[in-house]
């Protein structure tokens, strides 16, 4: 595939999800709950995780907010990745996502539905849109408390 028909082919899937979300809501019950916010362009996001039984499990991921067609993609992604994932696996994840914004990863064959968030790294004033739901991801799951007051910014990172 040419590199200009694969380029359409990752906007296309961005508007789709921006358009259209799968994973918009809040999960029942909330788990975990984590609000972020890039002040640069205003994106929101407010994040719930619902957890497996056990508590080491992600069973579902749900998100509302407001911001860019990129933002919201890379949330609606990054929620159906995450169904079924240990907490370790899912913080790999955010890492793997982090080194692919800079230009030094990809996800494997079987997550290959996030690399259409790769072409972002092209621009590099984007990638705190496609990065904001991955740091607000991290933080409800390294939170103590599991609705913690402020958000998380992505703004110094």
Same mark, same amino acid.
């Given at each position: 595939m040419?590199?200009? !028909?694969?380029? =359409?082919?990752?906007?296309?899937?961005i508007?789709?999800r921006?358009?259209?979300p799968?994973?918009?809501? +809040?999960? !029942?019950?909330?788990?975990?709950?984590?609000? &972020?916010? !890039?002040? #640069?362009? &205003? =994106?929101?996001?407010?994040l719930?995780?619902?957890?497996?039984?056990?508590?080491?499990r992600i069973?579902?991921?749900?998100?509302e907010?407001?911001?860019?067609?990129?933002?919201? *993609? @890379?949330? =609606?992604?990054? *929620?159906?990745?995450?169904q &079924?994932? #240990?907490?370790q696996?899912?913080?790999?994840?955010?890492? $793997?996502?982090? /080194?692919?914004?800079q %230009?030094?990863?990809?996800?494997?064959?079987?997550? $290959? +539905?996030l690399?259409?968030?790769? %072409?972002? @790294?092209?621009?590099?004033?984007r990638?705190?849109? *496609?990065?904001?739901?991955?740091?607000?991801? +991290?933080a409800?799951?390294?939170? @103590?408390?599991?609705?913690?007051? &402020?958000?998380? #910014? /992505?703004? /110094?990172l």
């Open positions: 040419a590199l200009e !028909n694969l380029r =359409d082919l990752y906007q296309q899937v508007l789709e921006y358009k259209k799968r994973h918009r809501g +809040k999960t !029942n019950p909330v788990h975990r709950y984590q609000k &972020g916010h !890039n002040p #640069s362009c &205003g =994106d929101t996001i407010e719930t995780v619902k957890f497996n039984e056990a508590g080491d069973e579902e991921v749900k998100f907010g407001e911001g860019c067609a990129i933002a919201m *993609a @890379s949330a =609606d992604l990054m *929620a159906e990745a995450l &079924g994932k #240990s907490l696996e899912a913080l790999e994840m955010v890492q $793997r996502f982090q /080194n692919m914004m %230009g030094k990863d990809q996800f494997p064959p079987e997550q $290959r +539905k690399n259409v968030m790769h %072409g972002v @790294s092209q621009f590099p004033v990638i705190k849109c *496609a990065t904001l739901t991955w740091h607000t991801l +991290k409800a799951i390294e939170a @103590s408390d599991p609705q913690p007051v &402020g958000f998380v #910014s /992505n703004e /110094n």
